[in-house]
């Protein structure tokens, strides 16, 4: 799959991905928002653990998500004095990596595998917050560039040990 085609897409995959963690610590939330597809869904879940073999759910669920319901975490969360969990706002790193072109599910959409791993730190806490996850993205290839279809994430801890979810995996 090596072909100039693939490492053109890959090549523009990536830096997406790089702009949107930036726009994500940088808490541009609305202007990330401007890059989502109308239809995106974007979930999140916990890891559900289970002994080996045994069948269940995908976890327990931190975010079944729409382009509105996301528009309007964006707007409360950009807001000032709206969210008192996060104020003063926590600092933020999102760290990108093992990121993967897979077949495309459809014309016109390519499909992503990654993980990532957040930082964060309040001025208040004397320890950080990290959480680990994978992630399976589909984007949309549009005139105005590539657009977050759909995100499943997958966290890697069963508890997550921040005192807020107000930002996005």
């Known amino acids: 799959m090596d072909t100039p085609v693939h490492e053109s897409l890959f090549a523009r995959v990536y830096e997406h991905l790089m702009d949107e963690a930036a726009l994500l610590d940088a808490r541009l939330y609305l202007e990330w928002h401007a890059t989502l597809d ?26 079944l998500e ?13 807001t000032p004095g709206f969210s008192v969990s996060d104020n003063p706002p926590a600092a933020t790193r999102h760290f990108v990596t093992n990121v993967r072109l897979r077949p495309a599910g459809a014309p016109g959409t390519c499909r992503v595998d990654s993980n990532v791993l ?27 560039g590539l657009r977050l279809r759909r995100r499943l994430v ?16």
């Open 118 to 144: 957040i930082y964060r730190t309040r001025g208040t806490d004397l320890a950080p917050f990290f959480l680990s996850a994978s992630r399976q993205d589909e984007f949309s290839d549009t005139p105005q």
């Open 154 to 169: 997958r966290c890697d801890d069963a508890v997550i040990g921040s005192r807020s979810l107000s930002f996005f995996i």
């Open 38 to 63: 109308p239809d995106i869904r974007y979930s999140a879940y916990a890891n559900l653990v289970r002994m080996q073999g045994e069948e269940g759910p995908a976890g327990a669920p931190l975010f």
């Open 66 to 78: 729409n382009h509105a319901s996301l528009r309007t975490r964006c707007e409360q969360l950009t």
